[in-house]
Nanobody, 125 residues
Framework: VQLQASGGGLVQAGGSLRLSCAASRFTVDDYAIGWFRQVPGKEREFVAAINWSGGSTYYADSVKGRFTISRDNAKNTMYLQMNSLKPEDTAVYYC???????????????????WGQGTQVTVSS
């Protein structure tokens, strides 16, 4: 089981990045997908989640209206489109899978079983 996150980098405030999370050795069809982020010295923070079908999405208030989570089950890949980036979005971003059925669990890191290795996003002011 492997999740490979990519697409991070350095961008100026106001810019955009698209993160990808490719799954291998298993299919993600039955899993909800979440994106979290973490800065040194702080707990991992929920960013966004999408249910197994892609029909429902959930966002942290801090990114609502700027970030969009999506998935392509045929490609076994998930995405996080990040627009209007701010310096406070700087963090390592992680993708993860969850078998939780209730959306109330999606914002909790403990609900996720498999995690990608993280990709660094740095937003300069």
């Amino acid at each position: 089981v492997q999740l490979q996150a990519s697409g991070g980098g350095l961008v100026q405030a106001g810019g955009s990045l698209r993160l990808s999370c490719a799954a291998s050795r298993f299919t993600v069809d039955d899993y909800a997908i979440g994106w979290f982020r973490q800065v040194p010295g702080k707990e991992r923070e929920f960013v966004a989640a999408i249910n197994w079908s892609g029909g429902s999405t959930y966002y942290a208030d801090s990114v609502k209206g700027r970030f969009t989570i999506s998935r392509d089950n045929a490609k076994n890949t998930m995405y996080l489109q990040m627009n209007s980036l701010k310096p406070e979005d700087t963090a390592v971003y992680y993708c993860a899978t969850s078998r939780a059925q209730a959306s109330g669990y999606y914002s909790t890191a403990g609900s996720y079983g498999y995690w990608g290795q993280g990709t660094q996003v740095t937003v300069s002011s």
